[in-house]
């Protein structure tokens, strides 16, 4: 059996993963309904997989603990999920409860984590690693959550750029507090 594999990101309606200036987490858009949506969807067992560099961004973030969402109920369950960050350049141990980091070229990794796994693999950032795995066809689903907010000024990481083409097939999709969109598409390269 083979686990399927989630690319999980956040964004704003123009593309950016995040933003600078004086925007805050989730774009200070967040809500009851989509805190409980999120927790829920980080309910069920399954694996956490980083690149290096999201995998830092989130050790600082959450060593801060100066930013409110980083003690939503999610976000601890996501830490406390067993992960697997791939990386050539860190090595362990990996400040993170239950992580291991293996090196090699993520496609690779992600390929033989999807026929070992026993339980879902889910990416939450990491750009550029899961534009390279769409791009070889290993991501199952695309989870976009689409926040209310345009970043042309401010936005940062493209999420798509330099991406393949693909086709997307809506499979699953919510409205949140009345504002947030969550669309779950299954990629085709196009």
Do not use: C
Not at 39 to 52: N, S, T
Not at 67 to 88: C, F, I
Not at 106 to 122: C, G, I, M, Q, T
């Amino acid at each position: 059996m083979t686990a399927t594999y989630t690319f999980d990101v956040f964004s704003s309606l123009d593309g950016y993963g995040a933003a600078g200036g004086d925007w805050t987490g989730y774009w200070g858009k967040q809500g009851p309904e989509l805190l409980e949506h999120r927790l829920a969807r980080y309910g069920q067992e399954q694996r956490m997989v980083f690149g290096a560099n999201t995998y830092r961004a989130f050790v600082e973030i959450l060593a801060s603990n100066t930013e409110e969402s980083v003690r939503d109920p999610w976000v601890t369950r996501m830490r406390n999920m067993p992960a697997t960050v791939v990386s050539t350049t860190l090595k362990g141990p990996l400040d993170w409860p239950d992580a291991t980091v293996v090196s090699g070229d993520a496609v690779d990794v992600v390929a033989r984590l999807k026929e070992e796994s026993e339980v879902p693999l889910r990416s939450h950032g990491s750009l550029s690693m899961n534009r390279a795995l769409m791009a070889a066809g290993l991501v199952d689903f695309v989870q976009v959550t689409l926040f209310p907010v345009i970043t042309g000024r401010t936005g940062l990481d493209p999420i798509f750029r330099g991406a393949a083409d693909f086709d997307l097939e809506l499979v699953e999709h919510h409205t949140l507090d009345g504002r947030t969109q969550e669309l779950v598409y299954r990629p085709t390269l196009h």
